[in-house]
């Protein structure tokens, strides 16, 4: 079973920014490569500590979107981090979450296990020797990234500096130890302190159980966590039904449910675009080379739609499908996606199934339940030899037909891995080959036609 085979949520007509925003955390832990609900689970978890604690509701809508949007800068450094240990990014981003950093010893087991696998021992030992003697400076790059860029996130989300500075600070331990700014004790934000808390007992939760998570937090008491934020997850550990809220069925309708009822906040056509550019970004980040493939591929699908006579409604709509139809490369390694050779066998089946993974996370939302398979399907062919599903032309729309003349075409003139960005002329000259086999010939007519209007 796939990670994300979970049941898709039914949304009423009245959109929440939570139901979008928990709908899309998925993406973000596989990203990190956790458990499918791991945002969610964080929630859950941070809520209670919020209540036990006495928040009024404006401080835990802060807080719920802090725990929501946590990991929102997760792939900022998975290429740095793939650069720097050579093996699976979001294998390193998972077993790091179990490491207390406090304890050399552990740290320094981790390095080794999980540093050059699969490499010659000569480039092992290279590696873990730079790890050794610049870890403290590349931890600390690689936690500013990835916070930085999240509470960025967050703020072009349209949220305050709460819950940018609650994401921003995640990783601070209370005993001045943590990173990136080594603040301490009540100088770390609450918002922080909850959702770093919430973080360690989720991921030992998934991975060993209530009993270690116990153990655990109270050992981290007074160094990484605040005290008083653990007396009061262990008074919320104790009520009836906290454990058994975090199991995955019906998980994100009881996310959304413990919102605060009067800070729910509706969103709007506008703030639908908003979301869909903000999540855009942090699929680009994955990689060096797709940096802003995703909002190029939304540009051109919205130029070829209106060159086609698609209505400015559908036009806008089909624009949300073309941001976010990579949002499933986030599960894919960047081992593999920033690799410079021929992909082997199983990479490749690993770079394919991000198809499948875009069409289960946003058909997670009901207001994009149709737009998930259109936008998952830009990997089909006319011919039938395409994937996820091998659709023949007469399965694929012209919606799916868009984003793929659009995404062939961004491909081509792009920078790769493996061969430099090639010219225009030359790049439509290789996608005429494919009129009527991969692409579309009226798309492709479109796209010609408007390349004077996209700048080339």
Same mark, same amino acid.
């Given at each position: 079973?796939?990670?994300?085979?979970?049941?898709?949520?039914?949304?009423?007509? %009245?959109?929440?920014?939570?139901?979008?925003?928990?709908?899309?955390?998925?993406?973000?832990?596989?990203?990190?490569?956790?458990?499918?609900?791991?945002?969610? $689970?964080?929630?859950?978890?941070?809520?209670?500590?919020?209540?036990?604690?006495?928040?009024?509701?404006?401080? =835990?809508?802060? !807080?719920?979107?802090?725990?929501?949007? /946590?990991?929102?800068?997760?792939?900022?450094?998975?290429?740095?981090?793939?650069?720097?240990?050579?093996?699976?990014?979001?294998?390193?981003?998972?077993?790091?979450?179990?490491?207390?950093?406090?304890? !050399?010893?552990?740290?320094?087991? +981790?390095?080794?296990?999980?540093?050059?696998?699969? /490499?010659?021992?000569?480039?092992?030992? *290279?590696?873990?020797?730079?790890?050794?003697? *610049?870890?403290?400076? +590349?931890?600390?790059?690689?936690?500013?990234? $990835?916070?930085?860029?999240?509470?960025?996130?967050?703020? =072009?989300?349209? +949220?305050?500096?709460?819950?940018?500075?609650?994401?921003?600070?995640?990783?601070?331990?209370?005993?001045?130890?943590?990173?990136?700014?080594?603040?301490?004790?009540?100088?770390?934000?609450?918002?922080?302190?909850?959702?770093?808390?919430? =973080?360690?007992?989720?991921?030992?939760?998934?991975?060993?159980?209530?009993?270690?998570?116990?153990?655990?937090?109270?050992?981290?008491?007074?160094?990484?966590?605040?005290?008083?934020?653990?007396?009061?997850?262990?008074?919320?550990?104790?009520?009836?039904?906290?454990?058994?809220?975090?199991?995955?069925?019906?998980?994100?309708?009881?996310?959304?449910?413990?919102?605060?009822?009067?800070?729910?906040?509706?969103?709007?056509?506008?703030? !639908?675009?908003?979301?869909?550019?903000? +999540?855009?970004?942090?699929?680009?980040? /994955?990689? *060096?080379?797709?940096?802003?493939?995703?909002?190029r591929v939304a540009t051109y699908t919205s130029v070829v739609a209106k060159t086609l006579g698609?209505?400015? %409604?559908?036009?806008?709509?089909?624009?949300?499908?073309?941001?976010?139809?990579?949002?499933?490369? !986030?599960?894919?390694? *960047?081992?593999?996606?920033?690799?410079? &050779?021929?992909?082997?066998?199983?990479?490749?089946e690993r770079v394919k199934a991000h198809a499948a993974y875009s069409e289960q996370i946003l058909? $997670?939302?009901?207001?994009?339940?149709?737009?998930?398979?259109?936008?998952?399907?830009?990997?089909?062919?006319?011919?039938?030899?395409?994937?996820?599903?091998?659709?023949?032309?007469?399965?694929?729309?012209? %919606?799916?037909?868009?984003?793929?003349?659009?995404?062939?075409?961004?491909?081509?003139?792009?920078?790769?891995?493996?061969? &430099?960005?090639?010219?225009?002329?030359?790049s439509i000259a290789m996608m005429e080959k494919e009129r009527g086999t991969a692409i579309d010939?009226?798309?492709?007519?479109?796209?010609?036609?408007?390349?004077?209007?996209?700048?080339?």
């Amino acid at each position: 079973m796939s990670p994300l085979d979970l049941v898709p949520v039914t949304t009423t007509d %009245e959109l929440s920014l939570s139901s979008i925003i928990g709908a899309l955390s998925y993406a973000l832990d596989l990203t990190e490569g956790l458990p499918a609900g791991h945002s969610l $689970r964080c929630c859950w978890i941070g809520m209670h500590v919020g209540q036990q604690l006495g928040m009024d509701s404006e401080a =835990q809508s802060h !807080l719920y979107y802090t725990l929501l949007l /946590k990991d929102a800068g997760c792939s900022s450094n998975a290429a740095r981090l793939f650069e720097l240990y050579g093996t699976d990014d979001r294998l390193v981003k998972r077993d790091f979450k179990l490491v207390d950093t406090d304890s !050399l010893a552990r740290l320094g087991r +981790f390095v080794m296990s999980h540093t050059g696998v699969g /490499k010659t021992l000569h480039e092992r030992v *290279n590696r873990i020797l730079n790890l050794a003697r *610049n870890g403290e400076q +590349f931890a600390t790059e690689l936690i500013t990234t $990835r916070c930085e860029r999240g509470a960025n996130i967050a703020l =072009q989300l349209g +949220f305050d500096e709460q819950v940018a500075n609650g994401i921003r600070c995640l990783d601070e331990h209370w005993n001045g130890r943590g990173k990136p700014a080594r603040l301490d004790g009540h100088a770390i934000p609450m918002n922080a302190r909850i959702a770093l808390l919430s =973080q360690v007992v989720e991921v030992f939760h998934s991975a060993e159980g209530c009993e270690q998570v116990l153990d655990e937090v109270r050992k981290r008491a007074g160094s990484w966590f605040d005290p008083e934020v653990v007396d009061a997850f262990l008074l919320a550990s104790r009520q009836p039904g906290f454990w058994e809220g975090m199991r995955n069925e019906g998980l994100q309708l009881r996310i959304e449910q413990i919102e605060p009822a009067s800070k729910v906040i509706r969103i709007d056509e506008d703030r !639908l675009d908003t979301i869909a550019e903000a +999540f855009a970004q942090v699929v680009d980040a /994955k990689s *060096n080379f797709t940096y802003g493939h995703s909002a190029r591929v939304a540009t051109y699908t919205s130029v070829v739609a209106k060159t086609l006579g698609l209505s400015e %409604e559908r036009s806008r709509w089909l624009r949300r499908g073309a941001l976010l139809h990579d949002i499933g490369k !986030l599960g894919v390694s *960047n081992a593999v996606l920033d690799k410079p &050779g021929r992909l082997e066998a199983d990479e490749w089946e690993r770079v394919k199934a991000h198809a499948a993974y875009s069409e289960q996370i946003l058909g $997670r939302m009901a207001i994009f339940s149709e737009l998930a398979g259109i936008a998952a399907a830009h990997h089909e062919r006319l011919d039938g030899k395409g994937y996820p599903r091998g659709l023949t032309a007469d399965q694929i729309s012209i %919606e799916t037909r868009i984003i793929t003349v659009a995404d062939i075409f961004d491909a081509i003139t792009a920078e790769r891995p493996y061969r &430099g960005a090639i010219p225009v002329a030359e790049s439509i000259a290789m996608m005429e080959k494919e009129r009527g086999t991969a692409i579309d010939g009226d798309c492709l007519d479109a796209l010609k036609r408007s390349l004077p209007e996209l700048g080339f």
